[in-house]
């Protein structure tokens, strides 16, 4: 009995797939270190920049927390083939983003607030100390995903699985 081996062109392909997926959450962690510039540069920052951050949460973060809420978790979950320590991993996981989503409606009325109203040009410590607890938060949740998540998404998932991941996540995008 032979046993087919994918070709270096299969694994390229499903490389790229996930390295693509992968960048996402480098992305997402690329806002963590916007939001941290923006805390350690208090309060010289004005609407300009806090807008600039708005849209890169409603942009980047709300789309990418969703995505993999709403299509990556229950993918790694159909597939897990019931291990109960991934299963737990995963449900974890789950709440864990329903956690982050209402984060972000946090966020984003936090940096509404210092785009709005002055009160945080006279406390500024107030407004850098409610970002650090977003990123901080957001940065850990991030940094566990690119350790543990993508190695195993990886290993259950196809190429064609992480091509459909892309496609989904541009989509939400697109809609956002």
């Not at 309060?43 to 980047?60: D, F, G, I, N, Y």
């Not at 785009?115 to 040009?121: D, G, Q």
């Not at 977003?134 to 690119?146: E, I, K, T, Y």
């Amino acid at each position: 009995m032979s046993v087919t081996k994918p070709s270096a062109g299969s694994a390229a392909v499903k490389d790229r797939h996930f390295g693509d997926c992968i960048d996402q959450t480098r992305r997402a962690l690329h806002i963590c270190d916007l939001l941290e510039a923006l805390a350690d540069d208090l309060p010289k920052r004005r609407a300009p920049h806090w807008r600039e951050a708005r849209l890169q949460c409603r942009s980047v973060l709300l789309p990418y927390f969703r995505w993999m809420q709403d299509l990556i978790l229950p993918e790694l979950e159909r597939k897990s083939d019931q291990n109960v320590d991934r299963t737990d991993v995963l449900a974890r996981l789950a709440t864990d983003y329903r956690d982050q989503l209402h984060s972000l409606t946090d966020l984003e009325d936090l940096i509404a607030d210092a785009i709005l109203c002055e009160k945080f040009a006279e406390e500024p410590e107030a407004l850098g100390y409610a970002l650090r607890g977003h990123f901080d938060s957001l940065r850990r949740d991030l940094s566990w995903q690119l350790a543990v998540l993508w190695p195993l998404a990886t290993r259950l998932c196809t190429d064609a699985d992480a091509a459909r991941f892309l496609e989904a996540l541009h989509s939400k995008r697109a809609s956002s």
